[in-house]
């Protein structure tokens, strides 16, 4: 086995034992997102990404949710070295302070919408014909009958 793959298996160690232990405020935003609760957006909660775990993260729009505790007045610096990583990889970084999540919990849910309803037109160059967005013209192009 490789390193690298080494790595990648004890971050999903890492990221099972944290599921199992959320905080409360984890817990109640993931509970206000899980099962594209939040305008159909889909959220993973403690997802890795390389050989990062983000708390919270929403594939389609490149959305990585922090919800930050007390620890993290203790370790500013290597938050955001790490939010400066996830950034040079083309992740948006959102954080949000335990006090928020707990008691304006609506808010925390619009920025979260806002911002990731933002960055997913960005990220799609161009739209799918089927999208409805944008104009696509078919030619009728007949189906051969069989493979030569």
Not at 51 to 67: G, M, P, R, S, T
Not at 77 to 85: F, G, P, Q, S, V
Not at 97 to 125: C, H, W, Y
């Amino acid at each position: 086995m490789t390193d690298r793959h080494e790595m990648h298996q004890q971050c999903l160690i890492t990221a099972r034992r944290m599921r199992k232990n959320q905080t409360q405020s984890e817990e109640m935003l993931w509970a206000a997102l899980r099962g594209r609760k939040l305008a159909g957006l889909k959220f993973h909660r403690q997802h890795v990404l390389g050989a990062l775990i983000a708390d919270l993260y929403c594939a389609a729009a490149k959305l990585v949710v922090e919800v930050d505790g007390d620890i993290h007045e203790y370790q500013a610096n290597y938050d955001a070295t790490r939010t400066r990583r996830l950034e040079d990889y083309g992740y948006q970084v959102i954080r949000f302070r335990n006090e928020m999540v707990l008691n304006d919990l609506g808010n925390v849910l619009e920025q979260v919408k806002v911002v990731a309803f933002a960055r997913i037109p960005a990220l799609t160059s161009t739209p799918s014909p089927n999208s409805g967005r944008g104009k696509f013209i078919q030619q009728h192009t007949p189906k051969p009958d069989s493979c030569d």
